[in-house]
C-alpha cells in the first residue's frame, strides 16, 4: 500500500510561484514511476508532468513545458513540482499518483495510487 500526500497549494496573482510537495510511503518510491495530474472544476482530470524512477527523465504536458519543473528527492520519498509563470488556466486541484508497475504513463489508468489533491487558484 502506498499513501501519498500533497501540499503546498494556494492562491497566487498570475504570473506568480508555487511549488507542490507530494510526501509518499512506502519503502521503494524511488522505484515508482511518479506523476502529476490536475483537475479544473467541470473537466476531466489531465496529465501535467512525471518522472521516471530510474534516470529521473522529466515528462510534461504541451501547456505546462519551460514553466512547470518535476523533480523527486528518494531520500526523502517526496516528490515536487515547482510551478512558475503561473496562469489563471492553471487553476486546478493538483493530484500526486504513483505507478508501481513497470513502464510509465501518461493517462489517468497508468497509476496504482493517488493523493487527494492540493488546491491551486491563480487569480488574475
Known amino acids: 500500500q502506498v499513501q501519498l500526500v500533497e501540499s503546498g497549494g494556494g492562491l497566487v496573482q498570475a504570473g506568480g510561484s508555487l511549488r507542490l510537495s507530494c510526501a509518499a510511503s512506502?519503502?521503494?518510491?524511488?522505484?515508482?514511476?511518479m506523476g502529476w495530474f490536475r483537475q479544473a472544476p467541470g473537466k476531466e482530470r489531465g496529465f501535467v508532468a512525471a518522472?521516471?524512477?530510474?534516470?529521473?527523465?522529466?515528462y510534461y504536458a504541451d501547456s505546462v513545458k519551460g514553466r512547470f519543473t518535476i523533480s523527486r528527492d528518494n531520500a526523502k520519498n517526496t516528490l515536487y513540482l515547482q510551478m512558475n509563470s503561473l496562469k489563471p488556466e492553471d487553476t486546478a486541484v493538483y493530484y500526486c499518483a504513483a505507478r508501481t508497475r513497470l513502464g510509465r504513463s501518461w493517462t489517468l489508468e497508468g497509476y496504482d495510487y493517488w493523493g487527494k489533491g492540493t488546491q491551486v487558484t491563480v487569480s488574475s
Open positions: 512506502g519503502r521503494t518510491f524511488s522505484s515508482y514511476h
Open positions: 518522472i521516471n524512477w530510474s534516470d529521473s527523465t522529466p
